[in-house]
Protein backbone atom coordinates (compact mmCIF):
# COMPACT_ATOMS: atom_id res chain seq x y z
CA UNK A 1 0.00 0.00 0.00
CA UNK A 2 1.26 3.20 -1.03
CA UNK A 3 2.54 5.48 2.01
CA UNK A 4 -0.22 8.05 3.38
CA UNK A 5 -3.10 6.59 1.95
CA UNK A 6 -5.43 5.95 4.74
CA UNK A 7 -8.14 3.10 5.02
CA UNK A 8 -11.53 3.64 5.70
CA UNK A 9 -13.27 1.32 8.48
CA UNK A 10 -14.66 -0.41 5.85
CA UNK A 11 -11.85 -1.31 3.94
CA UNK A 12 -11.78 -5.40 3.83
CA UNK A 13 -15.88 -4.88 3.22
CA UNK A 14 -14.92 -3.44 -0.11
CA UNK A 15 -12.15 -5.66 -1.12
CA UNK A 16 -14.59 -9.05 -0.28
CA UNK A 17 -17.64 -7.30 -2.45
CA UNK A 18 -14.77 -6.93 -5.13
CA UNK A 19 -14.72 -3.34 -4.92
CA UNK A 20 -11.79 -1.53 -7.33
CA UNK A 21 -10.08 0.60 -4.91
CA UNK A 22 -8.43 3.82 -6.08
CA UNK A 23 -7.02 6.47 -4.26
CA UNK A 24 -8.95 9.32 -3.69
CA UNK A 25 -8.42 12.31 -1.01
CA UNK A 26 -5.32 10.43 0.89
CA UNK A 27 -7.85 7.81 1.08
CA UNK A 28 -8.48 3.99 -0.34
CA UNK A 29 -11.86 3.88 -1.95
CA UNK A 30 -13.74 1.78 -3.95
CA UNK A 31 -14.60 3.23 -7.33
CA UNK A 32 -17.03 0.45 -8.38
CA UNK A 33 -17.95 -2.93 -7.44
CA UNK A 34 -17.76 -4.14 -10.59
CA UNK A 35 -19.63 -1.67 -13.33
CA UNK A 36 -20.10 2.28 -12.57
CA UNK A 37 -23.01 1.86 -15.29
CA UNK A 38 -24.94 -0.59 -13.32
CA UNK A 39 -24.26 1.18 -10.19
CA UNK A 40 -25.63 4.91 -11.52
CA UNK A 41 -28.76 2.63 -12.94
CA UNK A 42 -29.43 0.84 -9.64
CA UNK A 43 -29.79 4.24 -7.34
CA UNK A 44 -31.86 6.10 -10.22
CA UNK A 45 -34.28 3.14 -10.45
CA UNK A 46 -33.96 1.24 -6.84
CA UNK A 47 -31.08 2.09 -4.61
CA UNK A 48 -27.42 2.53 -3.87
CA UNK A 49 -25.37 2.12 -0.66
CA UNK A 50 -22.09 4.01 -0.70
CA UNK A 51 -19.49 4.77 1.76
CA UNK A 52 -18.46 8.18 2.09
CA UNK A 53 -16.40 8.07 5.20
CA UNK A 54 -13.80 9.79 3.77
CA UNK A 55 -16.11 12.74 4.26
CA UNK A 56 -14.15 14.91 7.12
CA UNK A 57 -16.68 16.20 9.74
CA UNK A 58 -15.67 19.08 12.14
CA UNK A 59 -18.15 20.01 15.63
CA UNK A 60 -18.66 23.66 16.20
CA UNK A 61 -19.69 24.49 19.65
CA UNK A 62 -19.49 26.60 22.78
CA UNK A 63 -21.88 30.00 23.17
CA UNK A 64 -19.96 31.67 20.40
CA UNK A 65 -20.61 29.11 17.73
CA UNK A 66 -23.56 30.59 15.94
CA UNK A 67 -21.68 34.29 15.68
CA UNK A 68 -18.49 32.01 14.34
CA UNK A 69 -20.37 30.15 11.71
CA UNK A 70 -22.23 33.02 10.47
CA UNK A 71 -18.97 35.00 9.75
CA UNK A 72 -16.92 31.60 8.38
CA UNK A 73 -19.76 30.84 5.91
CA UNK A 74 -21.87 32.60 3.31
CA UNK A 75 -25.30 31.28 3.77
CA UNK A 76 -27.41 32.85 6.56
CA UNK A 77 -26.80 30.29 9.82
CA UNK A 78 -29.49 32.25 11.88
CA UNK A 79 -32.32 30.42 9.60
CA UNK A 80 -30.64 26.89 10.36
CA UNK A 81 -33.39 25.88 13.22
CA UNK A 82 -32.42 22.48 15.47
CA UNK A 83 -32.89 19.41 13.00
CA UNK A 84 -31.91 20.98 10.19
CA UNK A 85 -28.71 20.97 7.35
CA UNK A 86 -27.55 23.89 5.31
CA UNK A 87 -25.50 23.76 2.30
CA UNK A 88 -23.43 26.52 1.80
CA UNK A 89 -19.43 27.81 1.07
CA UNK A 90 -17.39 29.44 2.60
CA UNK A 91 -14.83 32.17 1.79
CA UNK A 92 -11.47 33.77 1.57
CA UNK A 93 -11.31 37.67 2.22
CA UNK A 94 -11.06 37.95 -1.87
CA UNK A 95 -14.58 35.67 -2.34
CA UNK A 96 -12.43 32.72 -3.22
CA UNK A 97 -14.36 29.21 -2.16
CA UNK A 98 -12.45 27.41 0.57
CA UNK A 99 -14.78 24.48 0.68
CA UNK A 100 -18.41 23.67 0.46
CA UNK A 101 -19.89 22.18 3.25
CA UNK A 102 -22.98 21.08 4.51
CA UNK A 103 -23.54 22.53 8.63
CA UNK A 104 -25.92 20.74 10.65
CA UNK A 105 -27.64 22.35 13.64
CA UNK A 106 -28.48 20.28 16.91
CA UNK A 107 -29.99 23.08 19.57
CA UNK A 108 -26.60 25.17 20.44
CA UNK A 109 -24.38 22.92 18.90
CA UNK A 110 -23.18 22.58 14.96
CA UNK A 111 -21.48 20.26 13.03
CA UNK A 112 -19.75 20.70 9.43
CA UNK A 113 -19.08 18.01 6.58
CA UNK A 114 -16.86 18.88 4.48
CA UNK A 115 -15.30 17.47 1.70
CA UNK A 116 -11.73 14.82 2.48
CA UNK A 117 -9.35 16.86 0.26
CA UNK A 118 -10.09 19.94 1.89
CA UNK A 119 -10.50 19.23 5.35
CA UNK A 120 -6.86 19.73 6.74
CA UNK A 121 -7.06 23.17 4.87
CA UNK A 122 -10.40 23.69 6.19
CA UNK A 123 -9.44 23.17 10.19
CA UNK A 124 -6.36 25.49 9.77
CA UNK A 125 -8.63 28.22 8.29
CA UNK A 126 -11.84 27.66 10.43
CA UNK A 127 -8.73 28.10 13.49
CA UNK A 128 -8.11 31.30 11.64
CA UNK A 129 -10.89 32.79 11.94
CA UNK A 130 -11.70 31.09 15.42
CA UNK A 131 -10.22 34.30 17.21
CA UNK A 132 -12.16 36.81 18.92
CA UNK A 133 -15.21 33.46 19.39
CA UNK A 134 -16.09 31.87 22.67
CA UNK A 135 -16.56 28.45 20.54
CA UNK A 136 -14.74 25.54 19.68
CA UNK A 137 -13.88 23.14 16.64
CA UNK A 138 -13.16 19.96 17.14
CA UNK A 139 -12.13 17.44 14.03
CA UNK A 140 -14.42 13.70 14.76
CA UNK A 141 -13.46 12.94 11.14
CA UNK A 142 -11.74 9.47 11.99
CA UNK A 143 -14.43 8.79 14.45
CA UNK A 144 -17.58 8.99 12.40
CA UNK A 145 -18.50 6.53 9.72
CA UNK A 146 -20.80 7.96 6.84
CA UNK A 147 -22.75 5.81 4.76
CA UNK A 148 -25.54 6.96 1.95
CA UNK A 149 -28.36 4.96 1.43
CA UNK A 150 -30.04 6.55 -1.96
CA UNK A 151 -32.51 6.08 -4.30
CA UNK A 152 -36.32 5.59 -4.79
CA UNK A 153 -36.18 2.50 -2.58
CA UNK A 154 -34.00 4.27 0.04
CA UNK A 155 -36.74 5.16 2.87
CA UNK A 156 -38.09 1.78 2.49
CA UNK A 157 -35.08 0.25 3.20
CA UNK A 158 -34.05 2.47 5.84
CA UNK A 159 -37.24 2.03 7.64
CA UNK A 160 -37.07 -1.63 7.55
CA UNK A 161 -34.05 -1.36 10.01
CA UNK A 162 -35.85 1.48 12.61
CA UNK A 163 -38.43 0.65 14.69
CA UNK A 164 -38.30 4.23 16.85
CA UNK A 165 -38.40 6.64 13.81
CA UNK A 166 -40.75 7.42 10.95
CA UNK A 167 -38.16 8.61 8.37
CA UNK A 168 -40.54 8.88 5.99
CA UNK A 169 -41.31 12.08 8.16
CA UNK A 170 -37.90 13.51 7.91
CA UNK A 171 -38.22 16.07 5.21
CA UNK A 172 -35.43 17.04 2.66
CA UNK A 173 -32.81 18.83 4.08
CA UNK A 174 -33.59 17.74 7.63
CA UNK A 175 -31.98 15.32 9.96
CA UNK A 176 -33.38 13.29 13.27
CA UNK A 177 -30.75 10.60 15.73
CA UNK A 178 -32.68 7.20 15.85
CA UNK A 179 -31.60 3.92 15.54
CA UNK A 180 -30.63 2.35 12.60
CA UNK A 181 -30.17 -1.69 12.87
CA UNK A 182 -29.80 -1.04 16.07
CA UNK A 183 -26.85 1.43 15.69
CA UNK A 184 -27.35 5.35 17.03
CA UNK A 185 -27.35 7.24 13.66
CA UNK A 186 -28.10 10.94 12.84
CA UNK A 187 -30.40 10.33 9.98
CA UNK A 188 -29.87 13.29 7.55
CA UNK A 189 -32.56 13.29 4.33
CA UNK A 190 -29.39 14.45 2.15
CA UNK A 191 -27.40 13.09 -0.50
CA UNK A 192 -25.46 13.64 -3.69
CA UNK A 193 -26.88 12.03 -6.42
CA UNK A 194 -30.05 13.87 -7.21
CA UNK A 195 -32.79 11.03 -5.49
CA UNK A 196 -34.52 10.91 -2.74
CA UNK A 197 -32.05 9.39 0.12
CA UNK A 198 -30.36 9.69 3.64
CA UNK A 199 -26.92 10.17 4.80
CA UNK A 200 -26.07 8.11 8.02
CA UNK A 201 -23.73 9.37 10.35
CA UNK A 202 -22.55 6.11 13.13
CA UNK A 203 -19.70 5.80 15.34
CA UNK A 204 -16.73 4.22 13.07
CA UNK A 205 -16.98 1.22 15.34
CA UNK A 206 -20.47 0.69 14.13
CA UNK A 207 -19.59 0.71 10.59
CA UNK A 208 -19.40 -2.77 9.77
CA UNK A 209 -22.84 -3.65 11.18
CA UNK A 210 -24.39 -1.08 9.60
CA UNK A 211 -23.10 -1.57 6.28
CA UNK A 212 -24.14 -5.13 6.17
CA UNK A 213 -27.26 -4.51 7.89
CA UNK A 214 -28.26 -2.27 5.29
CA UNK A 215 -27.01 -4.05 2.23
CA UNK A 216 -28.85 -7.16 3.75
CA UNK A 217 -32.22 -5.40 4.14
CA UNK A 218 -31.76 -3.59 0.86
CA UNK A 219 -30.72 -6.41 -1.27
CA UNK A 220 -34.53 -7.79 -1.82
CA UNK A 221 -35.33 -4.25 -2.93
CA UNK A 222 -32.68 -3.92 -5.42
CA UNK A 223 -30.10 -1.99 -3.53
CA UNK A 224 -26.37 -3.01 -4.32
CA UNK A 225 -22.88 -0.96 -3.46
CA UNK A 226 -22.20 1.72 -5.52
CA UNK A 227 -18.75 3.11 -5.72
CA UNK A 228 -16.94 6.75 -6.17
CA UNK A 229 -17.57 6.54 -9.95
CA UNK A 230 -21.13 6.21 -10.01
CA UNK A 231 -21.48 8.94 -6.97
CA UNK A 232 -19.55 11.13 -9.67
CA UNK A 233 -22.25 10.49 -12.85
CA UNK A 234 -25.14 10.41 -10.55
CA UNK A 235 -23.73 14.00 -9.17
CA UNK A 236 -23.06 15.40 -12.42
CA UNK A 237 -27.01 14.69 -13.94
CA UNK A 238 -27.99 16.40 -10.82
CA UNK A 239 -25.95 19.90 -11.28
CA UNK A 240 -24.30 19.64 -8.44
CA UNK A 241 -20.66 20.99 -8.12
CA UNK A 242 -17.61 19.11 -7.45
CA UNK A 243 -14.90 21.12 -5.11
CA UNK A 244 -11.34 20.75 -6.48
CA UNK A 245 -13.24 20.32 -10.24
CA UNK A 246 -15.97 22.97 -10.55
CA UNK A 247 -14.86 25.24 -7.72
CA UNK A 248 -11.85 25.93 -5.93
CA UNK A 249 -9.68 28.83 -4.04
CA UNK A 250 -9.51 30.35 -7.17
CA UNK A 251 -13.50 30.99 -7.99
CA UNK A 252 -16.00 32.36 -6.22
CA UNK A 253 -19.66 31.16 -5.46
CA UNK A 254 -21.47 33.73 -7.33
CA UNK A 255 -19.92 32.49 -10.89
CA UNK A 256 -19.99 29.10 -9.66
CA UNK A 257 -24.05 29.69 -10.10
CA UNK A 258 -24.14 29.43 -5.89
CA UNK A 259 -25.36 32.89 -5.51
CA UNK A 260 -28.52 31.24 -3.97
CA UNK A 261 -25.75 30.34 -0.48
CA UNK A 262 -24.33 33.87 -0.34
CA UNK A 263 -26.70 35.65 1.71
CA UNK A 264 -25.40 39.35 2.11
CA UNK A 265 -28.35 40.90 3.52
CA UNK A 266 -27.38 38.72 6.89
CA UNK A 267 -24.51 40.96 7.94
CA UNK A 268 -20.23 41.40 7.13
CA UNK A 269 -19.01 37.25 6.98
CA UNK A 270 -16.04 36.45 5.79
CA UNK A 271 -15.60 37.68 1.78
CA UNK A 272 -18.57 39.31 2.13
CA UNK A 273 -17.56 42.74 0.60
CA UNK A 274 -15.52 41.02 -2.41
CA UNK A 275 -18.81 39.24 -3.14
CA UNK A 276 -20.68 42.41 -3.33
CA UNK A 277 -18.02 43.99 -5.91
CA UNK A 278 -18.24 40.77 -7.79
CA UNK A 279 -21.93 40.76 -7.84
CA UNK A 280 -21.84 43.82 -10.00
CA UNK A 281 -20.15 41.88 -12.65
CA UNK A 282 -19.35 38.24 -12.46
CA UNK A 283 -15.98 37.49 -14.42
CA UNK A 284 -17.56 34.26 -15.82
CA UNK A 285 -20.76 32.19 -15.65
CA UNK A 286 -21.40 28.80 -14.81
CA UNK A 287 -23.32 26.79 -17.66
CA UNK A 288 -24.33 22.76 -18.36
CA UNK A 289 -24.25 21.52 -21.71
CA UNK A 290 -25.52 18.95 -23.18
CA UNK A 291 -23.64 16.74 -25.81
CA UNK A 292 -24.76 13.63 -28.23
CA UNK A 293 -24.80 10.01 -27.14
CA UNK A 294 -21.22 8.98 -28.33
CA UNK A 295 -19.52 12.22 -27.31
CA UNK A 296 -17.99 12.29 -23.73
CA UNK A 297 -16.24 15.68 -22.62
CA UNK A 298 -13.90 15.78 -19.85
CA UNK A 299 -12.15 17.66 -17.22
CA UNK A 300 -10.13 20.36 -19.27
CA UNK A 301 -11.77 20.44 -22.65
CA UNK A 302 -11.65 23.70 -24.25
CA UNK A 303 -15.41 25.30 -25.10
CA UNK A 304 -15.51 27.28 -27.89
CA UNK A 305 -18.37 29.52 -29.35
CA UNK A 306 -17.24 30.27 -33.40
CA UNK A 307 -13.61 30.00 -33.66
CA UNK A 308 -13.01 31.67 -30.40
CA UNK A 309 -12.24 29.98 -26.79
CA UNK A 310 -14.32 31.26 -24.21
CA UNK A 311 -14.23 28.75 -21.78
CA UNK A 312 -13.27 25.31 -20.24
CA UNK A 313 -15.10 21.88 -19.01
CA UNK A 314 -14.44 21.55 -15.47
CA UNK A 315 -17.07 18.37 -15.03
CA UNK A 316 -17.63 16.16 -17.81
CA UNK A 317 -18.65 12.89 -18.54
CA UNK A 318 -21.58 10.32 -19.72
CA UNK A 319 -24.83 10.32 -18.58
CA UNK A 320 -26.22 7.39 -17.91
CA UNK A 321 -29.87 8.41 -17.15
CA UNK A 322 -30.24 11.30 -19.73
CA UNK A 323 -28.40 9.15 -22.54
CA UNK A 324 -25.59 11.81 -23.63
CA UNK A 325 -22.16 13.11 -22.85
CA UNK A 326 -22.69 16.07 -20.13
CA UNK A 327 -20.48 18.62 -19.38
CA UNK A 328 -20.43 21.44 -16.72
CA UNK A 329 -17.75 24.42 -17.05
CA UNK A 330 -17.56 27.92 -16.95
CA UNK A 331 -17.71 30.42 -19.98
CA UNK A 332 -17.67 34.75 -20.26
CA UNK A 333 -20.63 35.88 -19.22
CA UNK A 334 -23.24 36.74 -21.53
CA UNK A 335 -22.60 33.27 -23.08
CA UNK A 336 -24.68 31.40 -20.38
CA UNK A 337 -28.18 31.86 -22.04
CA UNK A 338 -29.84 28.28 -22.69
CA UNK A 339 -29.63 27.20 -26.52
CA UNK A 340 -26.63 29.10 -27.14
CA UNK A 341 -25.06 27.26 -29.52
CA UNK A 342 -21.42 26.25 -27.98
CA UNK A 343 -18.71 23.61 -29.65
CA UNK A 344 -16.73 21.46 -27.71
CA UNK A 345 -13.40 20.40 -28.27
CA UNK A 346 -13.16 16.72 -27.27
CA UNK A 347 -8.96 15.71 -26.47
CA UNK A 348 -6.16 16.38 -28.33
CA UNK A 349 -7.25 16.09 -31.83
CA UNK A 350 -8.60 19.81 -33.08
CA UNK A 351 -10.69 17.78 -35.34
CA UNK A 352 -12.74 15.94 -32.57
CA UNK A 353 -15.72 18.97 -32.21
CA UNK A 354 -18.83 18.11 -30.52
CA UNK A 355 -21.92 20.56 -30.45
CA UNK A 356 -22.77 21.74 -27.32
CA UNK A 357 -25.80 23.71 -26.41
CA UNK A 358 -26.12 25.26 -23.28
CA UNK A 359 -29.08 23.76 -21.32
CA UNK A 360 -30.96 24.44 -17.56
CA UNK A 361 -28.93 22.50 -15.07
CA UNK A 362 -29.81 20.24 -13.15
CA UNK A 363 -29.47 17.66 -16.37
CA UNK A 364 -32.08 15.14 -14.67
CA UNK A 365 -34.81 15.94 -12.35
CA UNK A 366 -36.35 13.29 -10.30
CA UNK A 367 -39.55 12.19 -10.95
CA UNK A 368 -42.32 13.84 -8.47
CA UNK A 369 -43.32 11.12 -6.18
CA UNK B 1 -12.83 -17.38 -19.49
CA UNK B 2 -12.15 -19.04 -23.10
CA UNK B 3 -8.97 -20.87 -23.77
CA UNK B 4 -6.55 -18.13 -24.42
CA UNK B 5 -3.70 -20.81 -25.49
CA UNK B 6 -4.12 -19.65 -28.78
CA UNK B 7 -4.36 -15.86 -28.32
CA UNK B 8 -1.37 -13.30 -28.38
CA UNK B 9 -1.32 -9.84 -26.49
CA UNK B 10 0.40 -6.71 -26.79
CA UNK B 11 1.61 -4.77 -23.89
CA UNK B 12 -1.01 -1.99 -24.59
CA UNK B 13 -3.67 -4.60 -23.79
CA UNK B 14 -4.70 -5.79 -27.26
CA UNK B 15 -5.14 -9.00 -28.04
CA UNK B 16 -5.03 -11.11 -31.76
CA UNK B 17 -5.90 -14.76 -33.00
CA UNK B 18 -6.03 -15.91 -36.24
CA UNK B 19 -9.84 -16.87 -37.06
CA UNK B 20 -8.88 -18.43 -40.62
CA UNK B 21 -5.54 -18.90 -42.43
CA UNK B 22 -4.06 -15.32 -43.03
CA UNK B 23 -7.19 -13.50 -41.10
CA UNK B 24 -7.18 -12.79 -37.55
CA UNK B 25 -9.26 -11.25 -35.12
CA UNK B 26 -8.23 -8.16 -33.01
CA UNK B 27 -9.82 -6.80 -29.32
CA UNK B 28 -8.67 -5.32 -26.26
CA UNK B 29 -7.88 -7.99 -23.04
CA UNK B 30 -9.96 -8.34 -20.29
CA UNK B 31 -7.47 -6.79 -17.72
CA UNK B 32 -8.13 -3.67 -20.47
CA UNK B 33 -11.91 -3.80 -20.07
CA UNK B 34 -11.70 -3.90 -16.14
CA UNK B 35 -9.41 -1.32 -15.76
CA UNK B 36 -10.99 1.19 -18.53
CA UNK B 37 -14.63 0.50 -16.46
CA UNK B 38 -17.80 0.52 -18.57
CA UNK B 39 -17.17 0.96 -22.22
CA UNK B 40 -19.45 3.93 -24.25
CA UNK B 41 -17.92 4.34 -27.61
CA UNK B 42 -15.67 2.83 -29.76
CA UNK B 43 -14.15 4.05 -32.60
CA UNK B 44 -13.16 1.69 -35.19
CA UNK B 45 -11.53 2.15 -38.86
CA UNK B 46 -13.78 1.88 -41.74
CA UNK B 47 -13.95 -1.46 -43.97
CA UNK B 48 -11.26 -1.33 -46.13
CA UNK B 49 -8.53 0.65 -44.00
CA UNK B 50 -4.98 -0.45 -43.67
CA UNK B 51 -3.66 -1.25 -40.39
CA UNK B 52 -0.09 -0.92 -38.92
CA UNK B 53 1.37 -2.84 -36.17
CA UNK B 54 2.11 -0.74 -33.36
CA UNK B 55 0.04 2.40 -34.46
CA UNK B 56 -3.03 3.41 -33.35
CA UNK B 57 -6.32 2.29 -35.10
CA UNK B 58 -8.78 3.79 -33.03
CA UNK B 59 -9.98 4.58 -29.81
CA UNK B 60 -11.98 3.14 -26.86
CA UNK B 61 -13.92 5.26 -24.29
CA UNK B 62 -15.01 4.94 -21.36
CA UNK B 63 -16.74 6.54 -18.24
CA UNK B 64 -13.02 6.94 -16.67
CA UNK B 65 -11.18 7.79 -20.26
CA UNK B 66 -10.23 7.53 -23.47
CA UNK B 67 -7.70 5.46 -24.68
CA UNK B 68 -6.03 4.95 -28.10
CA UNK B 69 -5.96 1.68 -29.76
CA UNK B 70 -3.15 -0.05 -31.06
CA UNK B 71 -3.13 -2.13 -33.73
CA UNK B 72 -0.88 -5.66 -32.94
CA UNK B 73 -0.64 -6.48 -37.09
CA UNK B 74 -0.52 -4.85 -39.71
CA UNK B 75 -2.80 -5.53 -42.72
CA UNK B 76 -6.33 -4.75 -44.76
CA UNK B 77 -9.47 -4.61 -41.87
CA UNK B 78 -11.88 -7.05 -43.38
CA UNK B 79 -14.47 -6.62 -40.87
CA UNK B 80 -15.53 -4.09 -38.10
CA UNK B 81 -17.80 -5.77 -35.39
CA UNK B 82 -21.40 -3.53 -36.05
CA UNK B 83 -22.50 -5.26 -32.91
CA UNK B 84 -20.13 -3.82 -30.83
CA UNK B 85 -20.26 -0.53 -31.81
CA UNK B 86 -24.31 -0.48 -30.88
CA UNK B 87 -23.66 -2.25 -27.90
CA UNK B 88 -20.13 -1.30 -26.24
CA UNK B 89 -20.77 -2.89 -23.37
CA UNK B 90 -20.12 -6.27 -25.22
CA UNK B 91 -16.62 -5.14 -24.87
CA UNK B 92 -17.05 -5.48 -20.64
CA UNK B 93 -19.22 -8.77 -20.91
CA UNK B 94 -16.90 -10.53 -23.60
CA UNK B 95 -13.75 -8.97 -24.46
CA UNK B 96 -12.39 -11.65 -25.94
CA UNK B 97 -15.53 -13.13 -27.09
CA UNK B 98 -18.84 -11.07 -28.69
CA UNK B 99 -16.64 -8.20 -27.67
CA UNK B 100 -14.15 -8.31 -30.55
CA UNK B 101 -13.22 -4.97 -32.51
CA UNK B 102 -11.60 -5.48 -36.32
CA UNK B 103 -10.50 -8.66 -38.39
CA UNK B 104 -7.53 -8.09 -40.24
CA UNK B 105 -6.01 -10.01 -43.41
CA UNK B 106 -2.61 -10.11 -42.54
CA UNK B 107 0.45 -11.09 -44.91
CA UNK B 108 3.00 -13.57 -43.06
CA UNK B 109 3.38 -14.37 -39.29
CA UNK B 110 2.29 -12.20 -36.29
CA UNK B 111 4.93 -9.85 -35.35
CA UNK B 112 7.65 -11.76 -33.02
CA UNK B 113 7.22 -9.38 -29.98
CA UNK B 114 3.58 -10.19 -28.92
CA UNK B 115 3.22 -12.15 -25.61
CA UNK B 116 2.32 -15.43 -25.01
CA UNK B 117 -0.79 -15.55 -22.63
CA UNK B 118 1.36 -16.48 -19.42
CA UNK B 119 3.86 -14.08 -20.61
CA UNK B 120 0.95 -11.02 -20.49
CA UNK B 121 -0.50 -12.20 -17.24
CA UNK B 122 2.47 -11.39 -15.44
CA UNK B 123 2.89 -7.79 -17.76
CA UNK B 124 -0.50 -7.14 -16.80
CA UNK B 125 0.10 -8.17 -13.01
CA UNK B 126 3.33 -5.61 -12.59
CA UNK B 127 1.08 -3.37 -14.32
CA UNK B 128 -2.11 -2.71 -12.34
CA UNK B 129 0.60 -2.54 -9.49
Redesign the interface.
Known sequence: MTGGIKNVALDQVHRALGG?MVPFAGYSMP??YG???GEHVAVRERAGLFDVSHMGEVNVTGPGALDFLQRLVTNDVSKLTPGRALYTVMCHSDGGIVDDLLVYRDQDDFMCVVNAARRDVDLEWMRRCLAGYDAKIEDVSDKIVLLAVQGPQATRIVQSLSRDQDLASIRYYHHRFGQVAGVAVRVSRTGYTGEDGFELYASAGEAERLWSELLEAGTQHGLVAAGL?ARD?LRLEAGFRLYGQDIDEKGDPLSAGLGWVVKPAKGLFVGSEALAAIAAAPPRAFIGMKLGP???P?HGHPIYQGSRQIGEVTSG??GFTVGAGLAMGYVEPGKAEPGTELRIQ??ADPQQWAVAPVVPLPFYKRPES | MPDLSAYRFTKTHEWVHEAAPGEVVVGITDHAQ?QL??V??LELPKLGAMVVAGTRFG?V?S????SDLYSPVSGEVVAVNAEVSASP?LV?QDPHGKGWLIRVRVAGDLPADLLDSAAYDSFAQADSH
Open positions: QLHSIRGTREIRSFLR | SGDIFAEVKAAEN
